[in-house]
């Protein structure tokens, strides 16, 4: 029978067995697994109320120096928009730079978030329940950044004025086979519904915060939790929602990265013009994604001391998930390179003559970073346990996917059909300071973020705590987990 249930204590006291091994490998199970150390209720939410009021000297000196890079940003963007987009290093050959790259990079990074939460959540692994939030809000974050980059790219923004169809004043329509157009259609569909995904299962944990607050923080987390009880029926509508939103919200996923590779792929530009082109970027996407929300885990379990909450197993599960997703963008990335040699083309031929030229070290940096890094080294256990590897890993593939995009597009565009044309694409000052102010924009808000809203979602740490028991099997106690649906 389960060793966690009995008539009188609750789950989160736990019977000890009296047999010395078996109570030895009970305490085992505790330290190492999360859902089998469970606390009281009042004990977790303390924790992470705790964790959410801690602010020190290093958390202001963060919030004033990102905040300076965010001034940096938007004064540089209002010079941009002053003067043009001729104060870039863009030219006639390359006429997609840093701007279009940030903008796949940030869409890819918000995939993990969708993915993490809502395909695991449907196939009930639970090893993703503490970092649900901290995935969903690297998505959002992620996407609100993407969204600027349309923008910035225009130069003189006033001028999509031109893109509204008013045809009573100027008879003009958009181009609806403008990429311009599935980008805009592509992340707000991603944006509405990953935030009504990440905010569905926020309201439980506005509700405790309403509950533990007085004054207008009250009044404004009770406002948010809109009147939650934790009634029977609401849990059930919980669920109800989140699985509904999970099955609709993940297609979405799949559909916006193939709508930003087409981008590419419907051009007819070597390098780009290719069939394979969806699938890759989505894995690239992903790849980029899981790696971001390694980087996030480790930093909010250092700076938070979230310790209780993100736990060896959670790393070791991430970086397995990692792995496997470098394996396939190795894959995909070798499936388009060795197509194009074995046709030999020569405009694909003289793309392949890049690696050996200017563009080298970052192709050959591009490949440490997302293949010699991951799979040389998440294949240890110590490894994907240890905070500072997993840290460094993930910063190396998060290095290596950024240059992937800088090879397909300044890279790409740097070689054309007519090579009298051909130039080498070097970006100047406000490329680089807007690139730079955007993620430390990303970066400011989500530190803002975990002061406002608990990062671990505490209601599906508490319900899979009362879902997992044990079970004793001769000499063994073996973890066990009851089924509500």
Do not use: C
């Not at 993100?310 to 997703?325: K, P, T």
């Not at 440490?368 to 240890?380: E, K, Q």
């Amino acid at each position: 029978m389960l060793e966690t249930r009995t008539e009188n204590a609750p789950f989160w006291e736990p019977t000890v067995p009296e047999d010395e091994v078996l109570a030895q490998q009970a305490a085992h199970h505790r330290d190492e697994y999360l859902l089998l150390d469970p606390r009281p209720p009042a004990e977790i939410n303390a924790l992470m109320l705790a964790a959410m009021r801690r602010t020190g000297p290093v958390f202001w000196l963060l919030v004033v120096g990102l905040g300076g890079m965010v001034a940096a940003l938007f004064t540089t963007w209002v010079i941009q928009m002053f003067y043009g987009i001729g104060i870039t290093g863009l030219n006639r050959s390359v006429m997609w730079g840093p701007y279009i790259v940030n903008l796949v990079y940030f869409i890819g990074i918000g995939h993990a978030g969708t993915f993490i939460s809502a395909a695991l959540r449907l196939m009930r692994y639970d090893f993703r329940r503490p970092i649900a939030r901290a995935a969903e809000t690297v998505t959002l974050f992620g996407l609100a950044m993407a969204a600027l980059f349309p923008l910035i790219h225009v130069g003189r923004i006033w001028k999509i004025y031109y893109m509204f169809p008013i045809p009573n004043q100027r008879e003009l329509w958009p181009n609806f086979r403008s990429a311009l157009l599935w980008d805009a259609t592509a992340i707000t569909t991603y944006m509405i519904g990953s935030t009504l995904f990440m905010f569905v299962a926020l309201i439980p944990d506005l509700a405790m915060i309403r509950d533990r607050t007085t004054g207008l923080r009250r009044k404004i987390y009770g406002a948010f939790a809109l009147g939650w009880r934790g009634t029977e029926g609401e849990w059930h509508r919980l669920e109800v929602v989140s699985n509904i939103l999970g099955f609709v919200i993940i297609p979405v996923m799949f559909s916006v990265h193939t709508i930003v590779s087409w981008d590419f792929a419907m051009a007819i530009q070597p390098g780009w013009h290719s069939t394979i082109f969806g699938p890759f970027f989505i894995i690239g996407a992903l790849f980029s994604g899981v790696a971001a929300v390694i980087l996030v885990m480790v930093i909010v379990r250092k700076g938070m001391r979230l310790g209780y909450f993100l736990r060896d197993e959670h790393f070791s599960a991430m970086g397995i998930f990692l792995m496997i997703l470098a394996m396939a963008w190795v894959y995909f990335y070798f499936a388009e390179w060795i197509t194009n040699w074995y046709g030999n083309l020569p405009m694909e031929v003289a793309l392949q003559e890049m690696l050996t030229g200017p563009l080298a070290p970052f192709f050959y940096l591009m490949l440490f970073g997302n293949i010699i890094v991951p799979l040389g080294t998440l294949w240890s256990r110590r490894v994907r346990t240890s905070l500072p590897a997993m840290f460094v890993i993930a910063l190396f593939v998060q290095i290596g996917m950024y240059i992937e995009r800088v090879l397909i597009i300044p890279g790409m565009l740097s070689r054309n059909e007519l090579p009298f044309n051909w130039v080498n694409y070097t970006p100047r000052w406000p490329e680089l300071l807007i690139t730079a102010g955007t993620f430390s924009f990303l970066a400011f808000l989500y530190i803002i973020w975990t002061r406002v809203v608990p990062i671990i979602p505490v209601w599906e740490v508490y319900e899979g705590q009362a879902l997992q028991g044990r079970r004793r099997v001769g000499r063994a106690i073996l973890p066990t987990r009851s089924d509500p649906h």
